[in-house]
């Protein structure tokens, strides 16, 4: 058989650029470590000589969650769920940051912020508005998405220091932003026999913070590690959302980070969205709807 149809081209073409190194640091043992990221984008045709050049594009971060302890190879296991930003003209940016067993907090911090300047300083070779940058992250990644999105100047390297880390907008998907619940509620958690760890040590939070045997030294470095407590008039538009049914970071967590922000006078910078039914990285997260909400945030805050 052989037919004739004319597709159009209303859908764009993406690309992503993989293994592109944004940063060099060493892990806890000193052995030196380089830092990756890629970038899902539009595939746009060269330019040719007399075009003007395309207009920038924002550009978000993508932070993955599970525990701070992702391995290498999980970078980008969720980056099919991010392509309708970049359908949408977002150059999507996913990073891989030191885990807890290559560093010990703030380094996941430092890490993300070193990304949104290194993209900056590489803006125009990649395309990208370096005054539009969010950052998105889920679980864990909602707790350094947090901690990024608070544009204070704590927890950041020397690398590319010419360059801004604040940014624009943030997305945090059920975050610890208050790791001292986690650590109250893992020190019950460790004592019933169903439980996945047997012992304080063997926690994320105590993997992330340092585990020197004491619980009261434990809470005190979770404070220390918890965005809720650095709210100030200089962060950035937030997006909250949380499943009403999340058994592992308690939803009330997200609940008071929206009422702090709320306290503090910058109720217009927040949202808080209860997701029904939905646990801890569930379906529901990935929905139309929920994208919709996603989508119209970011082109609001990074128009």
Not at 82 to 88: E, K, N, R, V, W
Not at 132 to 158: C, K, L, P, Q, W
Not at 210 to 238: F, K
Not at 261 to 273: F, H, T
Request: charged share 25%; glycine share 8%.
């Amino acid at each position: 058989m052989r037919t004739r149809i004319d597709p159009g081209r209303a859908r764009p073409t993406l690309t992503m650029m993989d293994d592109i190194c944004y940063s060099h640091v060493t892990d806890l043992e000193g052995n030196p470590l380089d830092l990756t990221l890629s970038l899902l984008t539009i595939r746009r045709p060269p330019r040719r000589p007399g075009q003007p050049e395309p207009p920038k594009a924002p550009a978000i971060v993508w932070v993955n969650g599970n525990g701070w302890r992702t391995p290498y190879p999980s970078r980008n296991m969720m980056v099919p769920e991010l392509t309708f930003l970049a359908y949408q003209g977002f150059v999507v940016a996913s990073v891989y940051y030191r885990t807890s067993d290559q560093g010990k907090f703030p380094a996941q911090v430092i890490d993300i912020k070193t990304a949104v300047r290194f993209l900056r300083a590489n803006a125009d070779k990649y395309g990208i508005d370096p005054e539009r940058i969010g950052v998105y992250g889920r679980s864990a990644g909602g707790h350094v998405t947090s901690f990024v999105a608070m544009n204070t100047d704590d927890f950041i390297s020397d690398e590319w220091s010419g360059y801004s880390s604040k940014i624009q907008a943030a997305c945090d998907m059920f975050g610890p932003v208050d790791m001292t619940v986690t650590v109250r509620e893992n020190t019950e958690r460790v004592k019933r026999p169903d439980s996945r760890w047997h012992s304080m040590e063997e926690t994320y939070d105590a993997k992330l913070l340092g585990w020197d045997g004491s619980v009261e030294t434990l809470l005190e470095r979770a404070a220390v590690a918890s965005p809720i407590n650095y709210i100030n008039d200089g962060m950035c538009p937030i997006l909250i959302m949380h499943g009403e049914e999340d058994n592992s970071v308690p939803m009330r967590i997200s609940e008071d980070f929206y009422t702090r922000i709320v306290e503090k006078g910058m109720g217009d910078r927040a949202d808080l969205y209860i997701l029904a039914h939905a646990g801890h990285g569930s379906p529901e997260f990935y929905q139309d709807s929920t994208r919709e909400i996603l989508l119209a945030f970011f082109e609001r805050c990074l128009s």
